[in-house]
């Protein structure tokens, strides 16, 4: 009899095709009136930890779901784990059922480790204000499934990841992440923007899944978050790799700042007007703009009125653009410089000529003269017909950070996982498609070498190289 309470055996081995308890226990259940049924799972027997073959090597048992080849192999086990002694008796199916609800509790894990997939679901903003930096996360994170799963995947498991888009909104991207983690996921990659990231990290953290973001705000890995890493360093560690270059090379004693109020934006922000203070060079002008602003001649007005001799731009790829047009119509002399994103390439399509001469410090550059970078890019551009930003190649090492750290472990478990990459370098000559040698810390925060842009002619262009710190 099945209806709403009915408890779920699943009978576990390979090939499901040699399968009888099916066929002769679901009907002694009906007869019986035992709400219960015996339902095939194919799991081959040299697959996950866990299940161990049989003397036939065909079928397995795990925790309490009851696998058999024949139902008389499944009754001697029975007899085996504690059930009743004796023939096939009417007692036998009614003990079937008494183990029922465990089996049933404990099917969703067994699933989850009896499938030849590993769920990576990727939690990224495809539209919105941030469709720009998460398309190219999104990107460079298939890419490299793509190409795992054509080597033979993560200790044999093909990578599954679809896609969840979440609009550039936070509170949509906490319930994708929740959708992420109830669809079994054994990682999560993305989200990019840092307000979104704050938000939906601690579901995340909750449920003991390692989250690989783009985002980049500073009190993202202050949290010690134990699950939480970034892929690309955080505005702590990159805003003062640029102080030096105001102070040394620019020799810059006023500066104006221009930055977006939102996460991404404060704490870059913050970081800054520190290292400002602390190298002795005064801030003249403190500009905040809205996220997804369109005009941008009053602040580029107000900077210009404040004889600031370079400005810090710290904005969101669309409104970079907007800036240095703005900011090319006005006639401002000042010396233009960013974080991450102001000589991007997806900035410099936008911008055209206005871009030309702006000076960024970035984690990850594409137009780096490093073969395996210069490798990345050839890769993505025949394969998408298009050029990338650093957000691709954030996405892609994302992804292989999974694959080195569960080959490491030899095993696929989430918090095992997290505990292998706290504290762990992956040497680019050893791992070579994380491109670049790469450590986290306790907290997951990324240190690497990084790099001082400048846009020539349409194009980035790396003019130095600052140590990893």
């Known amino acids: 009899m099945v209806n709403g309470d009915t408890q779920t055996i699943a009978h576990v081995g390979y090939p499901t095709s040699i399968f009888k308890s099916p066929l002769v226990d679901n009907p002694r259940f009906v007869k019986q009136c035992v709400s219960a049924a015996v339902v095939p799972l194919g799991v081959k027997a040299d697959g996950p930890a866990g299940f161990s073959p049989d003397a036939d090597g065909r079928s397995t048992i795990v925790c309490s779901t009851l696998r058999s080849l024949t139902h008389k192999t499944a009754y001697r086990l029975i007899d085996r784990f504690g059930g009743p002694k004796g ?5 036998r199916p009614r ?23 590993v769920n990576i679901p990727c939690v990224c903003e495809l539209s ?7 398309t190219n996360f999104h990107d460079g994170a298939h890419l490299a499934v793509e190409e795992i799963n054509a080597a033979g995947g993560i200790l044999g498991k093909t990578i599954e990841m679809t896609d969840m888009d979440t609009q550039t909104d936070p509170m949509t991207s906490r319930a994708l992440v929740q959708k992420a983690i109830d669809s079994g996921a054994y990682a999560i990659m993305g989200t990019i923007y840092s307000g979104s990231t704050i938000v939906n990290m601690m579901v995340a953290q909750k449920a003991g899944v ?14 010690h978050n134990p699950f939480i890493f970034r892929t690309s360093s955080g505005a702590e560690k990159g805003v003062p790799a640029l102080t030096s270059y105001f102070k040394d090379q620019l020799k810059a004693r006023k500066i104006a700042i221009s930055w977006v109020n939102n996460d991404f934006g404060k704490g870059g922000h913050d970081v800054f007007l520190a290292q400002m203070k602390k190298a002795g060079i005064e801030v003249v002008a ?11 001649s009053a602040d580029v007005s107000k900077i210009k009125q404040s004889g600031a001799q370079a400005v810090f731009v710290y904005l969101n790829e669309e409104e970079d653009a907007r ?13 233009l410089v960013g974080e991450v994103t102001l000589t991007g390439q997806k900035v410099i399509d936008l911008a055209g000529g206005a871009a030309e001469g702006a000076v960024a410090h970035v984690g990850l550059a594409t137009s780096a003269p490093i073969p395996s970078i ?7 551009k025949k394969h998408y017909g298009r050029d990338t930003d650093h957000n691709g190649i954030k996405g892609y090492i994302g992804v292989y950070a999974i694959k080195y750290a569960t080959e490491l472990n030899g095993k696929f478990d989430r918090k095992a996982l997290a505990d292998k990459l706290h504290g762990l370098t992956l040497d680019v000559a050893k791992y070579p498609n994380m491109l670049l040698t790469t450590s986290w810390d306790a907290n997951g925060e990324l240190s690497r070498e990084s790099f001082i842009t400048e846009v020539k002619d349409g194009k980035q262009v790396v003019t130095g190289t600052v140590p990893a710190n």
């Open 87 to 91: 023939g096939e008796g009417m007692n």
């Open 95 to 117: 003990f079937l059922a008494a183990g029922a609800l465990a089996a049933a509790l404990s099917l969703n894990v067994a699933v989850a480790l009896a499938t030849d997939t």
């Open 128 to 134: 919105g204000a941030g469709a720009v930096a998460g």
């Open 210 to 223: 390692p989250q690989f973001t783009g985002a980049e705000a500073p009190n993202i890995t202050q949290k």
């Open 286 to 296: 403190d500009v905040p703009s809205e996220e997804g602003q369109a005009d941008f």
């Open 323 to 335: 800036f240095l047009k703005e900011a090319r119509k006005q006639g401002l002399k000042a010396t």
């Open 374 to 380: 210069e490798n990345f890019v050839a890769k993505f």
